[in-house]
Nanobody, 122 residues
Framework: QLVESGGGLVQAGGSLRLSCAAS????????MGWFRQAPGKERELVAA????????NYPDSVKGRFTISRDNAKNTVYLQMNTLQPEDTAVYYC?????????????????WGQGTQVTVSS
């Protein structure tokens, strides 16, 4: 089970930190990702992290503004989002994959949280 928290309303240029608490499986066995889905758009990966936290991946749209991290002792993955823009408005989901390799494909992720809304006002 994955449970996100930390979403909310923020002004453009502001920051938010999302958390995702995992339970029910061995957390460190899974690569983790954060996806987002805006109304009328496809769900897209915005950050991914490997088992140890030593390797991260981001699309160009968020690189330099978003940072993913994990604490395996707390079974939690985080997404620090800085310099938020209105186009970052979306529902954000955390997800877990047993894939050995990095993947940005939604269908490769095995478990999903319920999502948390992030709204950035201009």
């Amino acid at each position: 089970q994955l449970v996100e928290s930390g979403g909310g309303l923020v002004q453009a240029g502001g920051s938010l930190r999302l958390s995702c608490a995992a339970s029910g499986h061995t957390f460190s066995d899974y690569r983790m990702g954060w996806f987002r889905q805006a109304p009328g758009k496809e769900r897209e990966l915005v950050a991914a992290i490997n088992w140890s936290g030593g390797t991260t991946n981001y699309p160009d749209s968020v690189k330099g503004r978003f940072t993913i991290s994990r604490d395996n002792a707390k079974n939690t993955v985080y997404l620090q989002m800085n310099t938020l823009q209105p186009e970052d408005t979306a529902v954000y989901y955390c997800a877990a994959t047993s894939s050995y390799y990095y993947t940005d494909r939604r269908n490769d992720y095995d478990y999903w949280g319920q999502g948390t809304q992030v709204t950035v006002s201009s």
